[in-house]
């Protein structure tokens, strides 16, 4: 005899901008965390990798993965809120 799972509940729209907005600011904090450490910001970080200034290594990689992140994520929550 097979057992039955019982599917969990969708999440609703407000349980999920809750979420969106908890990870928004765990993101935030993040980036923020890398800009301090490095002395630069974000939006500087493209044309840094590009011109050599600053190398890329797993810690840059996942700063710009939490930046690109953190930038969708924003623009899909100010979407969602018009």
């Given at each position: 005899m097979r057992a039955i799972h019982a599917q969990p509940p969708d999440p609703s729209s407000a349980e999920?901008?809750?979420a969106a907005i908890s990870l928004?600011?765990?993101?935030s904090l993040k980036v923020r965390a890398f800009e301090e450490?490095?002395?630069l910001r974000s939006a500087?970080?493209?044309?840094?990798?590009?011109t050599g200034s600053i190398r890329e290594t797993a810690e840059i990689a996942e700063w710009v993965v939490a930046h690109r992140t953190l930038m969708g994520l924003a623009d899909e929550l100010q979407a969602r809120s018009e």
């Open positions: 999920l901008r809750l928004e600011r765990r993101l450490r490095y002395e500087d970080l493209d044309r840094a990798l590009r």
